[in-house]
């Protein structure tokens, strides 16, 4: 069975430093690996995905992740924090092959201060 | 534009009543989900649908049940038997086949008062 690890259910940051959200996987063939925003009160919105392409996916508002299996991580990054991007972030995971499954972390809350 | 629709975004259930989270998509997908979401968490997978006339229990589905009578949607009721009903409901949908993520509607909240 999939799983995943968010370590750190908060991370702060200050606004324009870099933001480093952590995801670990475990996963006995190779996975398919998102990242999810959510904004308060509010569904979950697709960031990025990794479907066994280029490593090192972008997604939308500057952020992306690179994937490494040897450390079966998928870490979220974004060189420069803003205000907006305060919110809570999901990593999930699921199988490559059949149906499409979503196991999701428990997510990490990110704040940002001026 | 094609998305999801959860309605009502907010409701409040009396203790022993039986309440009823829609859940529409237009976006022709064969897979729809609900999971419910408490504080520190994450989201719990409640049941999920591949196609239309057939659904399979979550992780957490005592005390909930759905039905998938049309491809669009995908209502869920929260039973009386549910004992801690107050969270976050997020409705889901997907192409069936694995790769492409999930997307979601806006949510219910649901209170029992």
């Known amino acids: 069975a999939q799983s995943v690890t968010q370590l750190g259910s908060h991370v702060s940051v200050s606004e324009g430093a870099l933001v480093l959200l952590r995801c670990n996987y475990s996963?006995?063939?190779?996975?398919?690996l998102f990242w999810y925003v959510q904004y308060p009160n509010q569904g979950l919105q697709l960031l990025l995905k990794?479907?066994?392409?280029?490593?090192l996916v972008k997604g939308i508002n500057g952020f992306e992740a690179e994937f490494k299996k040897s450390e079966t991580s998928f870490h979220l990054t974004k060189p420069s924090a803003h205000m907006s991007d305060a919110a809570e972030y999901f990593c999930?995971?699921?199988?490559?092959?059949?149906?499409?499954?979503?196991?999701f972390g428990t997510g990490t809350r990110l704040l940002v201060s001026p | 534009d094609g998305g999801i629709t959860q309605s009502p975004k907010y409701l409040f259930r009396k203790e022993g009543q039986n309440v009823t989270l829609s859940c529409e998509q237009n976006?022709?997908?064969?897979?729809m989900y609900w999971y419910r979401q408490d504080p520190g968490q994450g989201l719990r997978l409640i049941y999920y649908?591949?196609?239309?006339?057939?659904?399979q229990k979550g992780d957490i589905a005592e005390g909930y049940s759905v039905s998938r009578e049309k491809k669009e949607s995908f209502p869920l009721t929260v039973t009386s038997a549910q004992k801690n009903p107050t969270a976050f409901y997020l409705c889901?949908?997907?192409?069936?086949?694995?790769?492409?993520?999930?997307?979601f509607g806006s949510g219910t909240r649901l209170t029992v008062v």
């Open positions: 996963s006995s063939v190779p996975p398919y």
């Open positions: 976006l022709n997908h064969d897979a």
């Open positions: 990794y479907t066994s392409a280029a490593t």
């Open positions: 889901a949908s997907s192409i069936a086949t694995t790769g492409s993520g999930y997307t």
């Open positions: 649908s591949q196609i239309v006339n057939d659904f």
């Open positions: 999930a995971v699921s199988l490559n092959t059949g149906f499409q499954k979503l196991v």
